[in-house]
């Protein structure tokens, strides 16, 4: 079985198509066959790529989602592995910014069906305890 823990920025900027400040995660705590948890605190830089007007708008959080789905699978591929969104259902925001919260974001995703094409992942995204964002995506590989 596949399993790890304690991965940086510099390891995820390895393993997905993303770096620098879009880069949003920033530590992987552990992950296994079909379940990563990651945490970061991007959301407060105030060059975060994602903000607009100054302010960081909660929607932004299905990014963050998508991309501790990358991740996830780089990490179980062993290989920078491309692929896209192809949707989001089920969203449900339960905060209208996350530039004001202080501390850390936590990224949880579970694969609910893995296919060699792509994947279903469930995740959830909370911060000090508190439900953020909970979604279900859809990735395809390219």
Known sequence: MTTGKNKN???IEAIIPHS???CLIEQVDWWDIDNIACRTTSHRDLQNPL???G???AINL???GAQAIAIHGGLLSKA???GFLAAIRNAKIHIARIDTLDCEI???AKAEIKTENGAVYEFVISADDKLLV???ATVINS
């Open 9 to 11: 920025k510099q390891d």
């Open 20 to 22: 620098g400040k879009m």
């Open 51 to 53: 903000r607009l007007n």
């Open 55 to 57: 302010e960081l708008s």
């Open 62 to 64: 299905l990014e963050y």
């Open 80 to 82: 920078k592995i491309h």
């Open 106 to 108: 936590i990224i949880k």
């Open 134 to 136: 909970e979604a279900r």
